[in-house]
């Protein structure tokens, strides 16, 4: 998976109920205080732990506070 031109690693995801089936895989559809939402092919996942190539295994609201992660935006 790519966030720009970076490599990153997903560690732990959750599912979630969430009703937006209207978004292309990989955008994300909302940022929470414990991570952030991504539209899958058949559902949702909450993103928990993220990687960057390189770098240390962080928290998903870490991640955000860090990048330039907004909401609708597609990763590769």
């Known amino acids: ?5 970076t490599r990153i690693k997903i560690w732990e995801t959750r599912v979630v109920n969430f009703d937006n089936q209207q978004d292309s895989p990989g955008t994300v559809i909302e940022l929470t205080q414990e991570g952030f939402l991504v539209s899958c ?8 732990f993220i990687q960057k190539a390189g770098g240390r295994k962080v928290s998903a609201s870490e991640y955000v506070r860090a990048s330039n992660l ?3 935006y597609e990763f590769k």
């Open 1 to 5: 998976t790519f966030f720009g031109d």
């Open 41 to 48: 092919g058949s559902g949702t996942l909450k993103i928990m």
């Open 70 to 72: 907004e909401l609708g």
